[in-house]
């Protein structure tokens, strides 16, 4: 079975700075995809970036970026530029891309992040 | 576009009461769908799947149920609630091998007491 760990329950930022979250996880396989969800005080779960583990060139999406080492599966979170509205709970995902259970997600436990202004 | 909707937004519930919790998609055919709960303070713990009318898969033993009698429409019941079956509740879908994305239904919060 595949394991995310995310080892910081709460992190936060000065507002226009550049935080990091962590992500680990566990598994044997070798096709899957990682995700990572923003679910602000309104509590929807939104997409923020994902990642092909087959892919070596790094995700981006405007200040997201991930720093995905698939030798030490790891896959952290970067958001540049910090703003007030990024302050919310980011999941880490791990989905298998194929055989039984793929199109399933396991998620992390959250960090919490709050923006500071 | 596709939307995806829950309904109701919150619910409190007694104890040993039925439940029916409602997600519909629009905008696309055929799409995978899911039921997620979400404890206090924890992660997103997945409880059914459906790839299509009729098929569902569980992947934790437990009071509850699913249904998907439409190709968007995926139903969370139970015959009686247990206190441990609040949580807030959110219903995704995906397009399977086209996508392997999936996206969030604003949830429903339901409290039983």
């Known amino acids: 079975a595949q394991t995310v760990t995310q080892s910081q329950p709460e992190m936060s930022v000065q507002e226009a700075e550049t935080v990091t979250l962590s992500c680990t996880y566990d598994t044997s396989e070798s096709n899957y995809y990682l995700f990572w969800y923003k679910q602000p005080p309104s509590r929807q779960m939104i997409l923020v970036i994902r990642q092909e583990a087959y892919k070596q060139q790094n995700a981006t999406e405007n200040r997201f970026s991930v720093n995905f080492q698939k030798a030490a599966k790891s896959f952290s979170l970067k958001i540049s530029d910090s703003q007030l509205g990024d302050t919310a709970m980011y999941f880490c995902a791990f989905m298998r891309g194929s055989g039984a259970g793929s199109y399933q997600l396991t998620f992390g436990k959250g960090t919490k992040l709050s923006v500071i202004p | ?113």
């Open chain 2, 1 to 113: 576009s596709q939307t995806i909707h829950q309904w109701p937004a919150t619910l409190v519930q007694p104890v040993g009461s039925p439940l029916s919790l409602e997600c519909t998609v629009e905008g696309t055919s055929n799409p995978n769908l899911y039921w997620y709960r979400q404890a206090a303070g924890r992660g997103l713990q997945l409880l059914f799947y459906s790839v299509g009318i009729g098929q569902i898969s569980s992947e934790v033993p437990q009071n509850l149920s699913a249904s998907r009698p439409q190709d968007r429409q995926f139903i969370l019941s139970s015959k009686k609630l247990l206190l441990s079956d609040s949580g807030f509740y959110l219903c995704a879908w995906s397009l399977g091998s086209l996508t392997y994305e999936q996206y969030f239904g604003p949830g429903t919060r339901l409290t039983v007491t």
